[in-house]
Each structure stands twice: as structure tokens, then as C-alpha cells.
Nanobody, 118 residues
Framework: QVQLVESGGGLVQPGGSLRLSCAAS????????MGWYRQTPGKERELVAR???????NYADSVKGRFTISRDSAKNTVFLQMNSLKPEDTAVYYC????????????WGQGTLVTVSS
């Protein structure tokens, strides 16, 4: 069974930084993509950043220039470096991956809360 385990959320002041990590575990033959979504109460989950197996990445306009997604392919791990954080970045951040494990599947992590507040 494939699982995504996130870490790195917490409370940070505006202008500060946080780094989220997400590791995929289980029997995985190939990862197509890994990425991060976020959600606030009453709103739909939105894509923050995604990185493909070839290394190409895309970002939401709201985080371009502030957030950087990267990966360690050997460990099936993805990172999200978040700089210059704003109160509007406050949300539950979810890791998401499309991968092959006894067939193709898309999996989600349990979510990690990021709070940006003074």
C-alpha cells in the first residue's frame, strides 16, 4: 500500500520561511509527478506546485517567485520551500502524487497545517 507522509508545517511570522517534505512509501515502480495543494475552510483545494518526473515544474501564480518545489527521486520525496510567506498562505497543505504501484494511482497525504501570523 502506498502512503504519502508530510512534515514541516507550523506557525511562522509573515515574511518567514518554511520547508515542507513529503515522502512516498510502499512498492513504487515509477512516479509520474509529485506536488502540493492547499485548502482553506470554505474553499476548494488548489494546486500550489507540481514537479514532473522529468524535472519540469509549474506553480500557482500566487506563489511564483516565493515557493520552490524540488525532489529527491531516489527517495520518492518532494519538498516545498516557502519563502516570504504571507497570511494568505495560511492553509492545510496536501501532498499529491501520481505513480505506478500495481497499476497507476493518484494518492494524497493527510495534510499539514501552515499558519502565517504575527
Amino acid at each position: 500500500q502506498v502512503q504519502l507522509v508530510e512534515s514541516g508545517g507550523g506557525l511562522v511570522q509573515p515574511g518567514g520561511s518554511l520547508r515542507l517534505s513529503c515522502a512516498a512509501s510502499g512498492t513504487i515502480s515509477h512516479v509520474n509527478f509529485m506536488g502540493w495543494y492547499r485548502q482553506t475552510p470554505g474553499k476548494e483545494r488548489e494546486l500550489v506546485a507540481r514537479i514532473l518526473s522529468g524535472g519540469a515544474a509549474n506553480y500557482a501564480d500566487s506563489v511564483k517567485g516565493r515557493f520552490t518545489i524540488s525532489r529527491d527521486s531516489a527517495k520518492n520525496t518532494v519538498f516545498l520551500q516557502m519563502n516570504s510567506l504571507k497570511p494568505e498562505d495560511t492553509a492545510v497543505y496536501y501532498c499529491n502524487a501520481g505513480l505506478f504501484s500495481s497499476g497507476y494511482r493518484e494518492v494524497w497525504g493527510q495534510g499539514t497545517l501552515v499558519t502565517v501570523s504575527s
